[in-house]
């Protein structure tokens, strides 16, 4: 039974990957590499402001070896909710990034999106099957988010595990999350061994059309302290970069 | 502080409802009605065949009166792996009606699919600062599908109070899942109870472009053994219904 079982292993295991394009993501993408997966990219269009967050998902997706990238289109607008796909709602600029992750939840918090992504990536996962998911949620944001936190990502795992047809036959799925207690300088470092480009890679909350970032959102001046702490400079093309403080 | 949080307790409390048009979700709808909620009806269009299964949820949700009716587009065609969303898998017909629901998971299983669709109800919950989500699972169909499973629920709603800023800040979120130990004819005689006119749903999986059931599907043959053993004529349109067992 034991030799079946190891004839049956694949080779090369694949894992769904959710990639937005930004500095985490990217660097997720390069752990589940490096690790020997098969990387299935799932990205979404839920009603972003721009299409060159997607573009970034692509070119990353490019760079780094995909089996596959899947976007999908997720209208998360009908509902509204968030300044991320509302245009009603200012983002926040040149907030003080120390207490950025630490007080009360964002208007750029997109309700229970972690939670409709990861239920995607289950969905993909089980047709594919494929025992792993990867999800590049960190510390950074987790007091902010409350769909990025330890506990939350534990949940979803009970549940996913018997979600699925594959579950109840007794194969174990995994949400990895290899960043969760990283800081944004302890993530550069990472994929900087890996080999990274993080001039592929877009964080920003509200970017140029031409894909420039705006310097200035909560994702941007935490993305520029992590540089800044790294001692790198940032290689993605900026708008006008606030000062890392 | 028990008067303040009574004086913010809304006199008609939101919840939101899974609607697909169908014999459960319809009764669903009821309930959640009958209880005193104001319901937010909630469909999607996932890559099924036919545009009739929404239409009898637009029925449905106006007959019944809703707040609101949201159909999502989401295409779960992209991963395949189901029947309902791939015109290369065939809807099996006309199989022993005692079997379903106690064989082997069905190819009309769509994975992750109840995962998918309770993770945009939270979200939309959570922007209507709803504390309730209706799915009408059942158990009819409970050991074929695994996310109609009363376990797969609990899992999902431990997952979904601490996957938004409502749980976080203490709101309680919970599941109903009304007919989930009802047999076919038990819900059909409490939709019947509150006035539920099954004329204007469709359960099938196959139905004719005008909207017609095929009869023959186990959608259709657990539906008609349910109106034959409450003792009445299903009043929904079949394009050749086959002879309830």
């Known amino acids: 039974m034991a030799e079946q079982t190891t004839e049956q292993t694949q080779a090369v295991p694949p894992a769904v990957v959710l990639l937005s394009g930004g500095l985490d993501s990217t660097t997720t993408l390069a752990i589940a590499r490096s690790e020997g997966f098969a ?133 174990e799925l995994r949400i990895h999350t290899p960043l969760i207690d990283l800081t944004k300088a302890e993530i550069i470092a990472k994929g900087t061994e890996l080999g990274v480009d993080y001039g592929l890679t877009l964080s920003c909350y509200d970017p140029s059309p031409e894909g420039l970032a705006c310097g200035h959102c909560d994702a941007c001046l935490l993305r520029l302290k992590g540089f800044a702490e790294f001692g790198m400079a940032d290689p993605a093309g900026y708008d006008s970069p606030a000062r890392a403080r």
């Open 39 to 171: 990387a299935y990219a799932l990205s979404f269009r839920y009603g972003q402001t721009h299409e060159v967050e997607l573009n970034a998902a692509r070119r990353v997706a490019a760079a780094l070896g995909v089996e596959r990238h899947v976007i999908l289109n997720i209208d998360l607008r009908t509902f509204g909710g968030s300044a991320l796909t509302s245009e009603e709602l200012a983002i926040p600029k040149d907030r003080d990034v120390e207490g950025i992750g630490h007080d009360d939840i964002p208007v750029t918090y997109v309700p229970a999106r972690n939670t409709i992504f990861l239920s995607f990536a289950l969905a993909w996962a089980e047709i594919l099957e494929a025992s792993d998911i990867f999800i590049g949620v960190n510390v950074q944001d987790s007091s902010g988010y409350p769909d990025c936190r330890p506990t939350f990502i534990q949940a979803f795992q009970a549940m996913a595990q018997i979600a699925t047809r594959a579950g109840t036959l007794g194969q």
